[in-house]
T-cell receptor, first 115, second 113 residues
Framework: DPKIIQKPKYLVAVTGSEKILICEQY?????MYWYRQSAKKPLEFMFSYSYQKLMDNQTASSRFQPQSSKKNHLDLQITALKPDDSATYFCASSQDFWGPYAEQFFGPGTRLTVL | GDSVTQTEGLVTLTEGLPVKLNCTYQTAYSDVAFFWYVQHLNEAPKLLLRSSTDNKRTEHQGFHATLHKSSSSFHLQKSSVQLSDSALYFC???????????FGAGTKLTVKP
């Protein structure tokens, strides 16, 4: 059974629209993260959360907003979509935010294409 | 800021040959951990190796790496590559008080029969 679920697997959107990428983890982890991977930037850290609290935000744009309704959920809302947002978005989680149990496990990803 | 450099974008080898994927870094911090992730085609990245101890060899699944702080390097090696090793390999560093890894650009390893 998959321990980190990302939905949908593939997503096509039009420029200017808004989409929400879903991430749920069933590993009992306390920290969750979002990454983006595209041809221009192979693997790019975006956000980290620990116990539903934002720890780090390395995205330059406010169009990207993480949403954590439960400790094991970290969704990513993207507004005013642009073609440059086309990428695979990976969710990850770790047992703890730092220390020896901070190893991150990645979900299968959502491939977003913006037309 | 922190940075990780992987000099080879693409490496193509014949099965059975040794491989060395280079990784060098820059950081002003001493409390840092280093990682190698592997990503097979259409899959998620998975942790392959990690280390924070200078001059100590770490091994997993036939791969090994040794952190050398004197040369700011954490190269990945394997003595004999297999077809199944074809994948994208990322080197990364992370400060121990901040779980936001900085990744290198990645090296695509292709192993041919």
């Amino acid at each position: 059974d998959p321990k980190i679920i990302q939905k949908p697997k593939y997503l096509v959107a039009v420029t200017g629209s808004e989409k929400i990428l879903i991430c749920e983890q069933y590993l009992g982890h306390n920290a969750m993260y979002w990454y983006r991977q595209s041809a221009k930037k192979p693997l790019e850290f975006m956000f980290s959360y620990s116990y539903q609290k934002l720890m780090d935000n390395q995205t330059a744009s406010s169009r990207f907003q993480p949403q954590s309704s439960k400790k094991n959920h970290l969704d990513l809302q993207i507004t005013a979509l642009k073609p440059d947002d086309s990428a695979t978005y990976f969710c990850a989680s770790s047992q703890d935010f730092w220390g020896p149990y901070a190893e991150q496990f990645f979900g299968p990803g959502t491939r977003l294409t913006v037309l | 800021g922190d940075s990780v450099t992987q000099t080879e974008g693409l490496v193509t080898l014949t099965e059975g040959l040794p491989v060395k994927l280079n990784c060098t870094y820059q950081t002003a911090y001493s409390d840092v951990a280093f990682f190698w992730y592997v990503q097979h085609l259409n899959e998620a990245p998975k942790l392959l190796l990690r280390s924070s101890t200078d001059n100590k060899r770490t091994e997993h699944q036939g791969f090994h790496a040794t952190l050398h702080k004197s040369s700011s390097s954490f190269h990945l090696q394997k003595s004999s590559v297999q077809l199944s090793d074809s994948a994208l390999y990322f080197c990364a560093l992370r400060r121990n008080n901040n779980n936001a890894p900085r990744f290198g650009a990645g090296t695509k390893l292709t192993v041919k029969p």
